[in-house]
Every structure is written in C-alpha cells, then in structure tokens.
C-alpha cells in the first residue's frame, strides 16, 4: 500500500499520542515553532506589503498533524497579519487557515479544540475581529492540495524530512534501517535521490498554488556535516534501528522483517547551514535573519 494513505501519527490526546509527545517541535532548540515567529513576520509583512489579498488572507499548514501545535502556528500567524494591518492602518481580512496532513491524521483531535481556538481569538481579538475559518485539507502536500493561485502563506514544520516513499533499491541495506555506517553506498544515492525528487515536486505544487507575491516559511531538521551517517543527521535512527537489532536477539521481530524495513524519512544537508549558521541567524544582533 502506497506509504500516503498509511503514514499517520499517534492518535488522540492519551499519554503516548503525538498530541502529548510534541514538545521538542513546539518550543525545540534551533528550529521550534516559537523559534520560528522572527521569520513568519518578516515573511508575512511581505506578502501584506505587496498588496495579493483583499478581503480574505488564506493560510496554509502542511503536515499539520494533530493536537495544539496543529492550531498554534495559524494562532501566531493571524496574530503576525493582525499586528501589520494595525500598524498600517489596513482593515484586519477574514482568514481561511487549511490544514493539511495525509488521509490518516488525526484531524478530529483538531476539531474539537476548535471551539476554544474561535473563543480565544474573540477574547483577545475583539467581537469584530475576522472571522477565522479553518478547515481540513486531507492529502499528500508531494501532490496538489489547493488550486491555482489560492494560498498567501504556506507553512511547514517538521514535516518535509518524511519522504513520499521508501526509496527504491535498498535490499541490500541489512538491518540497517536508514542510512548506516554499515550501509553499501547505493543506500546512500537512493536515499538522496529520493529527496531531491520529493523537494522539488514540493516546490512544483506550491508554485502553482500560491498567489504572486504570497509567501512560504518552512522548517525540517537538516544536518551540518556531509556524511549523511554522523550522528548530526542518524543518531535518532541509529538508536530505533539498534533497538529493533536488540528485539531481534530477543526474538520479538524476525530478521526478514528488519530487513525489509527502511524508514522513508530524510536528514537533508545544506552547504553552509551548520548549528552556527542557524545561531547566527537566531542571534538578535545578527543582521542576516534568513537563509540565503
Ligand atoms: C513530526 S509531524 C509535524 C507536525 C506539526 N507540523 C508540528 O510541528 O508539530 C510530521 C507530519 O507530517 C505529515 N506528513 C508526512 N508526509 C506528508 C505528506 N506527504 N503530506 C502531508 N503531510 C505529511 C505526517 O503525517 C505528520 O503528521
């Protein structure tokens, strides 16, 4: 079965749910929501100067999955919008927040946050304010999702290192579960060649449903050192693969499974985007606050 219509985070709001088990994308050390509003109002500001909406500001977030992250980053993306129209005397326009994951997700733990979501932005908002209406957009943001020319704003964050599909090739990987010290170099090639496809046909779609002069701020985890098995970019998959190594021992999980297991997710490397490159970008005296 196509990886698009089974992919899905935990479920629900329990103790062992995505919902509870978010944290490290809310508030994570380099790239966190919270991080990440410094680049939203300066993106946002853009779009609101080069004057692409009337009436109605349409946001979108993809890989929204479920729980209050889900909502948070639409939250400080209204209040951004909200914050620039004042200061230039423009009217606050409604807005159209689509949230996007894959068919799986959790959508209904959203929803029924929803109400206090609408509340909160009228307690702090003002009666007048919007309205705001938000609705669900189930698909793979690797295809389109919105029609020509519909979205102002496009966020993603922690979502594009999943890619469309385990890439092709990789029998000979052993029980290594991602791209290992172990691994032939083939596993290496398949893998980066399956997130160039996958990023560029990302941008493909996008170009053709945001607006001229709309805008996208996305964040995933990217590694500084080109050896894509440092523990910069594998450590995390290095301790699920060794783990899954252990329940073999222990005979909970057959060799044949391991082997035929390869997570589709990707470390992307980006010249010059080390931890200190993205400090200096975080650093308030720092005058670069983009990536170039
Ligand atoms: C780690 S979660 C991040 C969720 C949220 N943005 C946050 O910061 O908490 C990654 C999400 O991306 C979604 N995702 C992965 N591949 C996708 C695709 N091709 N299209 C849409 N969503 C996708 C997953 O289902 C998952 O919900």
Redesign the pocket.
Known sequence: MAL?NI???KVGDGESS?ASN?VV??TGIQT??QKVIPFLKRSIKGVINNDVFNDCFTVA???????T??LL?SSNIIDVVHEVCQENNLKVPQFQVCL???F??DFNTIFKLLPEYYANLKRNKGERFGPCFVSAVP????DR?FPDQSVHFVH?????????QVPQGLENNGTNIYMSKTSPSNVYEEYGKQWHTDFTKFLQMRSEEIVHGGSMVLTFPARSIVDPTSEDGSALMELLGQSLVDMLKEGLVQESDINSFNIPAYIPWFKGFGLDRVNQMFDPRSSRDRID
């Open positions: 698009v992919l899905h985070m995505y978010s994308q809310e966190g929501i977030d993809l890989g929204c999955a479920s729980g992250n889900a980053v996007n994951d894959l799986g997700n698909g793979s943001f690797y999702i993603s964050g922690f979502s594009l290192n999943w890619l469309s």
